[in-house]
């Protein structure tokens, strides 16, 4: 570790930061340095002569099939539900305007307990409401967000409202323009009703915020929320929302939703615009909903996939996403359950490996051809997810790590300095591994359709305390969509949750096979 210490020290002296003892041995005591030896040995273990994963275009995008118009599941979906909500809102049975003062009455109520919010806009959402429920009213209906609350992170641009991000450093960035997904809310006719808090910059799978203090888990107020989307989690657990954007950088989407007990859905890199996101990672940010049901996923990816100029990295020439009669189906799916993950180590806590059988048994009975498989490559996974972000991150933000270093808290500065311990060669490196891994990861997805695994190791543990990206950050790093679903609740009374996987742009079967779950 002291020579792991020097090296750092160097690289950041090299690179004129400062850096103090202090930030030093908080380094390694928070374990930032702790799995370096494993990377390097990692790296080394592929060819120097392997093409980098930005060079490698070996996974083309495969025909998406059409839906139908999405329909309830065969128990009755919670009334806050957009699926529920929206034949109500469209037939004038329920009010826009009455349906977003009960959500900012729930707000009012539950939030000084969560610290879900970070900017509340009542004013302008009941104006919103109105609109809605004028245009209704009109005959000019939009679709099934028209006039439904919901709630989006605080790194999405909201034109006249701070961008924070969660931190000190962009509390007073007041955008010229709304982001695209915020915009096609918009388009929608969503009722935004405020942004929601988040870990600082996104870097941290945990609710901690050294800024604004963490949020609490709306099923026990003593445990986490999950990070980094924190707030769009429990807003959306509370019942105070319908929905909610979040980012995934690592497990963002995913590990709040298990934790909170709701739906999250990461898609496919470049599925949808992160054109006014504050970027931790250009090539492992990912956008997506939080919602209450998978139908209601379906309805947001809707409105939120498709090619944005604004962002480059959703113009590939893919197949649209079309919610359309999104049913239950897994007769014929090909569904492997996660063995081996190549650690060696016991992947998570009993009750959650039960969920995650049961899952399993439960697609079986549904007509899925279910087997295990050892999936070694997770290991390597999860340990090239956080270099690659670690890297990129700290490209991002040099300039202020040079010039307001003390204006990020303690557990941000310490994570982002810690990333400057690699060589100049680390991050070509590990785009090698990773194109060798996605060969690898495609070729195990021509045996199977869909991998079944954990979310989380464990539910959520104490209010402010990090979750491990274990089962979340390999599918960042190869980009693939993963969605988390319930799956019931541990002894103690929290959510547990189960992980689907899917091949690129293959969000229609992966919904499919999540609603055979969640019925």
């Known amino acids: 570790m002291t020579n792991l210490l020097d090296r750092l020290r160097t690289n950041l002296r090299a690179a004129n930061i400062p850096v103090s003892v202090a930030d030093l041995e908080g380094m390694s005591a928070k374990g930032f340095l702790s799995r370096v030896a494993d990377v390097e040995r990692l790296l080394e273990s592929f060819s120097s002569a392997t093409l980098p994963d930005y060079l490698d ?23 806050n539900t957009i699926t529920a909500l929206a034949p109500q809102l469209r037939t004038g049975r329920l009010s826009p305007v009455e349906l977003t003062r009960q959500a900012l009455d729930l707000l ?15 004013e302008q959402a009941l104006a919103d409401a109105q609109a809605a429920e004028a245009a209704i009213s009109a005959g000019e209906y939009r679709g099934p967000l028209h006039g439904v609350p919901v709630a989006v992170k605080d790194l999405l641009d909201l034109m006249g409202t701070p961008t924070t991000a969660g931190s000190k450093i962009l509390a007073d960035h007041y955008p010229s323009q709304d982001a695209t997904s915020v915009a096609l809310l918009r388009q929608a006719g969503a009722i935004i009703i405020g942004k929601t808090r988040m870990s600082e910059f996104a870097y941290s799978p945990g609710s901690n915020n050294g800024h604004y203090g963490p949020t609490a888990n709306p099923h026990n107020p003593e445990r986490d929320s999950g990070g980094s989307s924190s707030g769009s989690a429990a807003a959306v657990a509370a019942g105070i929302v319908a ?11 995913r590990i709040p939703a298990a934790q909170c007990g709701i739906v999250g859905l990461k898609p496919t890199h470049g599925r949808t615009s992160l054109a006014g996101a504050v970027t931790l990672s250009w090539s492992l940010d990912h956008l997506g909903p939080l919602t209450r049901s998978v139908s209601d996923t379906a309805i947001m990816l809707e409105v939120l996939a498709g090619p944005d100029g604004h962002d480059g990295r959703t113009l590939r020439s893919v197949p ?21 993950d190549g650690s060696g180590a016991p992947q998570a806590d009993p009750e959650t490996l039960a969920v995650v059988r049961s899952a399993g048994a439960q697609l079986r009975a549904a007509g899925a051809e279910v087997a295990e498989v050892d999936v070694a490559e997770i290991e390597a996974l999860r340990l090239l997810n956080p270099v690659i972000l670690a890297m990129e991150a700290a490209a991002l933000h040099l ?29 070509v490196q590990a785009q090698q591994a990773r194109a060798v891994l996605r060969q690898r990861m495609t070729a195990l997805f021509e045996q199977i359709d869909i991998l079944v695994l954990p979310v989380v190791p464990h539910p959520a543990p104490p209010l402010g305390v990090i979750t491990a990206t274990t089962f979340t950050g390999p599918f960042n ?3 693939w969509p993963a969605i988390s679903i319930p799956a019931g ?31």
């Open 243 to 253: 929905a909610a954007l979040g980012t995934d950088t690592g497990g963002s989407i």
């Open 489 to 519: 609740f541990s002894r103690e009374g929290l959510p547990l949750a189960v992980q689907l996987v899917a091949r690129p742009w293959e969000e229609a079967e992966l919904l499919r096979v999540a609603m055979v779950l969640e019925a």
């Open 57 to 79: 275009i070996d996974v083309l995008p495969v025909a998406d099939t059409a839906l139908a118009s999405p329909q309830p599941m065969t128990s009755i979906p919670p009334a």
């Open 320 to 340: 649209p996403f079309h919610a359309n009669g999104l049913q239950p189906l897994a007769r014929g799916i090909r569904v492997g359950v996660l063995g081996a």
């Open 399 to 427: 300039p202020n790590l040079r010039t307001r270093l003390n204006d990020y808290a303690e557990f941000m500065r310490q994570r982002i300095l810690a990333s400057f311990v690699y060589g100049p060669a680390t991050f």
């Open 108 to 122: 009012a109520a539950h939030d000084p307990h969560l610290n879900a919010f970070q900017l509340v806009l009542a």
């Open 477 to 479: 790093c190869l980009g």
